[in-house]
């Protein structure tokens, strides 16, 4: 987004479903004429800077965010669509209910649906010193930990599965008895799976910018929704069980707890 969106001007934007926002369409509408710069994530967050506005989109359940060079690409159904000043678009369209939010500059540390997210899982800062440093002193499992977007954010349930595989470190194992050498392998393999997928675009069912899928599918899953099969490691039967309220994919035999 940074590098396809930087520097357009906003000319004329639409919002189909105002219920998505945080301010009445008339006052949303100052957006016209900004400049657009860059684009950050955080978890499902999406931070695109109009200085000094910020506007912050959030797909919910899932959806499409869609750069088109002209009119006549652009989708019947969708909930925002911005135009800008070059006659390109950028639409939004959400399977359920999605977040366009408009805040000023100096409200943005003040924003409650993002003001708590943790460090993104692939910020550069996130170093294992700064990874093992959120993880000390800290109780309860280690999934829990990692599926907290006010921990880390971008890990969700798909993510967290083969991470813990490769780290060898079962799903429920508690925080405060994993080894330096574990949290070690398991900011490593963090990097690694979450790495791989952006490389392939990410999830099969998944469309890029410009409306392409990913290809990060089942054949690139270590355990993850792979019940029944053989360990990628050992060739024990993969097995789902029951971790608080998420499914967990393991290997009982590398994943002991
Ligand atoms: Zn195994």
Not at 5 to 28: E, S
Not at 94 to 106: D, T
């Amino acid at each position: 987004m940074t590098r396809q969106l930087r520097g357009k001007r906003i000319a004329d934007v639409r919002v189909t479903q105002p219920k998505c926002l945080n301010l009445p369409v008339k006052r949303f509408r100052r957006v016209i004429g900004k400049r657009v710069n860059e684009t950050s994530a955080r978890g499902k967050w999406l931070f695109t800077n109009l200085h000094p506005d910020t506007l912050l989109l959030n797909l919910g359940m899932g959806g499409d965010l869609i750069y088109h060079k002209n009119e006549a690409s652009i989708p019947q159904k969708y909930q925002l669509r911005i135009s800008f000043k070059d006659e390109s678009a950028l639409t939004a369209s959400f399977f359920w209910f999605g977040y366009i939010h408009l805040v000023f500059e100096k409200e943005l540390p003040k924003h409650k649906m993002t003001s708590n997210l943790g460090i993104s899982a692939l910020d550069k800062e996130l170093t294992v010193e700064r990874f093992t440093s959120l993880l000390s002193g800290r109780r309860g499992a280690i999934k829990s930990f990692l599926l907290d977007q006010r921990n880390l954010s971008g890990i969700g349930n798909v993510y967290v599965q083969d991470p813990l595989f490769k780290a060898k470190i079962h799903p429920l194992r508690l925080i405060q008895t994993l080894t330096p050498r574990e949290i070690q392998a398991l900011h490593q393999s963090i990097r690694e799976v979450l790495n791989e997928s952006l490389r392939l675009g990410g999830l099969r069912y998944e469309r890029n910018l410009y409306g392409r899928n990913g290809s990060y599918g089942p054949e690139n899953f270590l355990v993850a929704y792979k019940t029944g099969k053989p360990c990628p490691e050992c060739r024990t039967r993969i097995a789902k069980v029951r971790t608080g309220s998420t499914a967990s994919y393991i290997c009982p035999n590398c994943q002991k707890l």
